[in-house]
């Protein structure tokens, strides 16, 4: 007997970013954090529970993949078929629109969708909290690609608590400046290790993102863009001002980052709601009202390539064509 179900997820950029564990094994983060859920690079995959295969099998836009993708694959299908009792393997086969490993946040999409397709496979009914419990042991940031539009994810007291969850947030755009598409030097995972480990920072990143959480949460209820703007900027460059500190240290920005930063506070000097965030590496996200974004866009073609997204769909199954 075979199951199968196909799911589309797309990347979050987080506002206030999640950097840092509590508990590496169930995946807790040391902080909440809060995301907008993009239109863009989805992500769709399709799970085949198939009672004739004796291990799980991984393809990556048509290619096998094996070692350490495939491993966190199967122990991820391991959760999933302890909730289901059912220990049959599955093949499990993706298509991902978002350039992997350039900091644009593809385990995001890729374990949200696993995360649905593969519980509808092994025939579970997770609600929606549930879902972003399950998608968190894949990849901390996959939680809130559950979630349509603005997450936020509670760090929670434990794995119950630990989820996202849609809150009230003001209509926003993003412009996502691509100045590299290369593998990351450093995964964010092994970053983040090193991070609590080594950099003398930590604790006070910890404390500061924290509460920057508590003012994210309510400038987004009270729909102020600027500030919500304003508290991103700030939480995005304390985090690689924090990664930096590392021993020994690793440094996602690159000249090309910079140049882009630099045009973002430029618009801002000229009048127009701008601001910038970063993930684990060099690309740059800009954050601005709906109505700015082509222009904004247009005027950073000469530095990077550039996609306007909007607030997307969370995870969910689609008709399978397994
Ligand atoms: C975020 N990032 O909040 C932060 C900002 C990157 C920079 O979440 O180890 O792939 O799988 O839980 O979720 C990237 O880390 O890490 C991330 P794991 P994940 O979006």
Redesign the pocket.
């Known amino acids: 007997m075979t199951d199968h179900a196909t799911a589309v997820a797309h990347p979050?950029?987080?506002l206030?970013?999640?950097?840092g564990?509590r508990d590496?094994a169930m995946?807790l983060?040391a902080t909440g954090?809060l995301?907008m859920t993009l239109d863009v690079f989805p992500t769709r995959t399709t799970v085949t529970v198939d009672a004739g295969l004796a291990a799980d099998v991984l393809e990556l836009d048509g290619r096998v993949l094996e070692g350490t993708p495939l491993d966190r694959v199967a122990r991820f299908l391991d959760l999933v078929r302890e909730l289901a009792g059912d220990d049959r393997r599955a093949r499990v086969a993706t298509t991902n629109a978002v350039p992997t490993g350039a900091?644009l946040?593809s385990?995001?999409s890729g374990?949200a969708a696993l995360a649905v397709a593969a519980s509808a496979a092994y025939g579970l009914d997770l609600s929606p909290r549930d879902l972003s419990r399950l998608a968190?042991r894949?990849?901390?940031?996959?939680s809130?690609s559950i979630v349509s539009g603005v997450a936020v994810w509670h760090a929670g007291d434990g794995d119950e608590t630990s989820f996202a969850e849609p809150t009230e947030a003001p209509d926003m755009a993003m412009v996502i400046a691509t100045v590299e598409e290369r593998e990351k030097p450093i995964?964010?995972?092994a970053a983040?290790a090193r991070t609590a480990e080594t950099s003398p920072f930590y604790p006070a990143w910890v404390s500061d993102t924290s509460a920057t959480l508590e003012r994210m949460v309510d400038a987004c209820a009270a729909h102020d863009l600027d500030l919500v703007g304003r508290i991103a900027e700030t939480n995005a460059l304390r985090?690689h001002a924090l990664i930096q500190s590392c021993d020994p240290p690793i440094r996602y920005l690159t000249a090309a980052s910079l140049a882009v930063l630099d045009r973002v506070e430029a618009l801002r000097a000229d009048g127009t709601l701008a601001y910038s965030t970063i993930?684990?590496g060099p690309n740059v996200v800009v954050l601005c009202a709906p109505a700015d974004a082509e222009r904004i866009a247009a005027s950073l073609a000469d530095v990077a390539s550039t996609v306007v997204a909007r607030p997307g769909p969370g995870a969910h199954l689609v008709e399978d064509d397994a």
């Open positions: 979050n950029i987080a206030v970013k999640y950097w564990k590496a995946s983060p954090s995301s900091g946040a385990s995001a374990f968190r894949g990849s901390g940031s996959a809130r995964s964010s995972r983040m985090m993930d684990a």
